[in-house]
């Protein structure tokens, strides 16, 4: 239910969503609502309001903390978006588990101690906890300039964390994340990644990531999506073994570098995933040559093996042969030594 410009009053319970723009909203009896959405728009006689599961403010230079108050047990959903001031919980909201701000700046508090989701688009974000959040699952930053992420350590249970945009130049997640399972880091000039061996897809776009030695012991790695970076080498790759897709567009990784994907049976590789990359015109058929290839419409493309591959190959060629040298050597050393020992054996025989 949508009203633009208008002044509405209610005295009865309100089944259905409200949302208001640029309106009032007059409450002259206590009454239930579910959803209300107040943009550009105001209450009056807040108090009366209760029931309340989702709470949507947009464009106001404050929240209505009567609202939040006498809502407090029923609340789930609270979306802040446009705040013009610094805010912060100043109420138990104990069934809240959604949370959406958009504005300057925010404290995070023991106030909402069962969220399970936050997404803040700030300036500024001030974490004071005095306990764990320990129902918290998803986090999502963006704009936030974070000097680190010290916040970490009270989300012991985090699964999800999306950052953007916050000045990070390095990822150094607290180990009591051990459930973490999803990254997602863009525009951040991040060099170095410290995260928990848990996580299974890692996303960086527009960071200055040059290597893939974080990896090590990452065997549950499912997905790694490097692209728009500094990446130029692939070796320690190897070491998620269960790793099914990759895109590497935009990085500085050269032909030989995707030597390094052949390692992966559950991996399937498709060429745009190397878009972007000082590669040379053999890639398309040295990627032929990897069983991992997604390569159906190349099939008139005559397979080539990678340069690194080929030296292997005959490195190992001439350790084969050099070994089946020495063993044929070693062959004639022995007919040579049983030769002698017969024939020392025979001139005995003759002398006496």
Excluded at 119 to 138: C, E, G, M, R, W
Excluded at 232 to 258: P, R, W
Excluded at 303 to 320: G, H, S
Aim: proline letters at 2%.
């Amino acid at each position: 239910f949508e009203l633009v410009d208008q002044q509405l009053e209610i005295d009865q319970n309100f089944q259905n969503e409200l949302n208001l723009i640029n309106s009032s909203l007059t409450i002259s009896k206590q009454c239930c609502l579910k959803k209300l959405i107040l943009n550009h728009s105001k209450t009056i006689n807040s108090q009366l309001l209760s029931g309340l599961e989702e709470y949507h403010t947009k464009d106001l230079c404050y929240v209505d903390e009567k609202i939040l108050q006498q809502n407090a047990e029923t609340l789930k959903i609270l979306i802040v978006e446009d705040c013009g001031k610094d805010f912060f919980v100043k109420c138990d909201l104990p069934n809240l588990d959604s949370f959406y701000f958009r504005g300057q700046s925010i404290l995070i508090n023991d106030h909402v101690s069962q969220l399970k989701y936050i997404s803040i688009v700030a300036k500024d974000v001030d974490f004071q906890l005095t306990n764990p959040l320990y129902q918290l699952t998803a986090i999502l930053l963006t704009d936030v300039n974070l000097p680190n992420l010290n916040f970490t350590h009270f989300t012991p249970n985090l699964t999800k964390l999306e950052l953007r945009n916050n000045n990070l130049q390095k990822i150094d997640i607290d180990q009591q994340c051990k459930n973490l399972t999803q990254l997602i880091v863009f525009d951040n000039p991040v060099k170095t990644i410290k995260i928990f061996w848990s996580i299974q897809d890692i996303t960086l776009n527009n960071t200055k990531i040059s290597n893939l030695s974080f990896l090590a012991g990452f065997r549950l790695l499912q997905s790694l999506n490097i692209t728009s970076s500094y990446l130029c080498c692939l070796k320690g790759i190897e070491n998620s073994s269960n790793l099914f897709s990759v895109n590497l567009q935009n990085n500085f990784l050269l032909t030989e570098q995707f030597r390094h994907l052949k390692s992966f049976p559950k991996l399937k590789i498709k060429l745009w995933q190397t878009h972007g990359n000082p590669i040379d015109g053999s890639l398309l058929q040295k990627l032929c040559s990897l069983e991992q290839f997604d390569g159906k419409q190349y099939q008139n493309i005559k397979p080539k093996m990678f340069d690194f591959d080929v030296l292997a190959a005959e490195k190992l060629y001439q350790q084969q042969n050099l070994l089946v040298k020495r063993q044929k050597l070693a062959q004639l050393q022995v007919k040579i030594q049983l030769s002698r020992q017969v024939y020392k054996k025979m001139q005995r025989m003759f002398e006496s």
